[in-house]
């Protein structure tokens, strides 16, 4: 299997200059693990991801222990972090280097750089032009229909 056979076709992404709570609004809706951020004319320049709002100093306040994104979006403007997080952009926080694989790319070059990167989805390229997301549960799915097929 190539990585164009499991890949997601259908995905969101959004634009380097959306305000971050769009951003995080859009992976709580759309349940992914990443946004790849696209520009104007649709080329790929980043992804943002749960892991990007985690481990950045930009966002320069202490999250509370638990679910810190919907303490983050809840309803108290007044609060902090929302205060400080309201003005940021996208671009101040994505990754601008994603990972990425082509999408004739072998399962086993998937996984690879998943382990390297330690991530848990990559972006999939045809001729430089983003065309898929691949995460861990594309694959888990391909698993369970190839494990079907050989019974």
């Known amino acids: 299997m190539k ?10 992404t959004i634009r380097p200059g959306a305000p971050l709570l769009d951003a995080i609004h859009l992976l709580l809706e759309t349940n992914q693990r990443g946004l790849p951020v696209v520009d104007e004319v649709g080329s790929l320049v980043g992804i943002i991801s749960e892991g990007d709002f985690l481990h950045r100093r930009e966002l320069g306040v202490e999250f509370p222990e638990g679910f810190w994104l919907e303490w983050l979006l809840g309803k108290d403007e007044g609060q902090l972090a929302r205060e400080r997080t309201s003005g940021l952009r996208v671009a101040a926080v994505m990754s601008r280097h994603p990972v990425c694989v082509d999408e004739e790319a072998s399962m086993e070059e998937v996984v690879k750089q998943m382990d390297i990167y ?34």
């Open 3 to 12: 990585a164009a056979d499991v890949m997601r076709t259908r995905f969101a």
């Open 118 to 151: 330690e991530i848990s989805q990559v972006l999939v390229l045809r001729d430089k032009k983003l065309v898929g997301v691949l995460g861990r549960t594309q694959l888990l799915v391909a698993l369970e229909e190839r494990l079907r097929r050989s019974r």
